[in-house]
């Protein structure tokens, strides 16, 4: 390990002496070395500020609020690992990655490959598109790390529009077909673009130290710090199991000691119950009005489950729902600052299908409280 980085270092600086005689070769292999070290710093600022905003703080609090089988999504967070692709230090990684690219380009020009740079640019080309249209059918916004957010918005919008119109035509399963068929060669034509620039000079070695510096800066250290900051909910949740299998056992072993004990005396209960015919019968439709009533019971808890809870409505740091427009029908979407999803068809809220209450208060939420997602255009 020492001799790697005490290699490591002399290449550096190595790589620093000559910038002036070779500055493309230099730049080739400092550029990894700068994003590595940008990784690690970007990891520990992102880390101060989680713990500078509340940090484990205020998920002790959550716990303490909701206890451990309870109010998981006010528990996890995102904590501040957007900072890593949004922040200072990300923004410039993205821009020592660009200043990679256009090291590569030019060595292909230099080696009389122009047209493997021009079916690079049309392979980059088609792979954003597909990342936009991802966005567009899934809802996602990773699109907005190349384009504006309000051009990705007013674009989307007349995407959906299309679909609209295009699934009231074509079955929404062939639009599928066409997007993941479309989205294997994008990624197939990428692959092969990839290979035949790393044949050339050294881009082999140039391409993959890219790679595996920049999956380390912006994939494992953001998921190493969403580990670390989620580390004190996923605590009480393997408490929480550890409790209700604790629990599960508990209750299996009383019930077949129960069935254990109930075969000892069913000899002698048999001889008490020959006297006792008729206060036996008795007892069982006593038994069977109660099993029934038990049933209805059971079914009208069956009708609270098809219902939603929903914490801190609308407030700083509490849960988010909104109206939005899908393919095929228009949902109700609830943020909770770690995952977006859907709850309801909105077709089924407004119909009393399915109901959303306030959980302190108990008050059931209406249509009119709920907004539609707001686009700018």
Request: positive net charge; charged residues 20%.
């Amino acid at each position: 390990m020492k001799e790697q980085i005490a290699d490591i270092c002399r290449k550096v600086n190595d790589s620093i002496r000559n910038f002036r005689v070779d500055p493309i070769n230099s730049l080739e292999y400092l550029i990894p070395i700068v994003i590595f070290l940008i990784g690690i710093i970007n990891g520990v600022v992102t880390q101060y500020a989680f713990a500078h905003n509340g940090g484990y703080g205020a998920q002790m609090d959550a716990i303490k609020t909701y206890g451990v089988f309870d109010g998981y999504s006010e528990k996890f967070t995102t904590g501040t690992t957007g900072l890593i692709v949004h922040g200072f230090f990300g923004r410039v990684i993205f821009i020592l990655v660009g200043m990679q690219v256009i090291l590569i380009f030019y060595k292909c020009v230099k080696n009389n490959q122009k047209g493997l740079v021009i079916s690079l640019v049309i392979s980059v080309i088609l792979l954003l598109f597909q990342v936009f249209m991802t966005d567009c059918l899934f809802g996602s916004r990773f699109s907005t790390f190349y384009i504006n957010q309000t051009i990705f918005e007013t674009c989307s919008e007349k995407i959906l529009t299309l679909l609209y119109r295009v699934v009231s035509v074509v079955p929404t399963i062939a639009i599928f077909i066409v997007y993941a068929v479309i989205s294997i060669i994008a990624v197939l034509y990428a692959w092969a673009n990839i290979f035949l620039i790393c044949r050339i000079e050294n881009n082999g070695s140039v391409v993959k130290n890219t790679a595996l510096v920049f999956a380390f800066s912006m994939i494992l250290v953001p998921l190493v710090l969403l580990f670390l900051q989620n580390v004190v909910p996923l605590l009480s949740s393997v408490l929480a199991v550890i409790l209700m299998v604790v629990i599960i056992v508990g209750c299996f072993m009383a019930f077949a000691g129960g069935i254990a004990e109930g075969g000892k005396k069913s000899a002698s209960a048999k001889s008490i119950h020959g006297g006792k015919d008729n206060s036996s019968k008795r007892e069982r439709t006593s038994d069977d009005s109660a099993g029934r009533k038990e049933k209805r019971m059971d079914k009208k808890e069956e009708k609270r489950e098809n219902c939603a809870y929903i914490t801190d409505l609308n407030c700083i740091g509490g849960i988010k729902l909104y109206k939005t427009h899908g393919v095929m029908n228009d949902y109700i979407m609830l943020d909770n600052g770690v995952v977006t999803r859907n709850i309801c068809r909105l077709s089924e809220f407004e119909k009393g299908e399915f109901h959303i209450y306030d959980r302190r208060t108990g008050r059931e939420v209406t249509s009119a409280e709920i907004e539609w997602e707001k686009r700018k255009k």
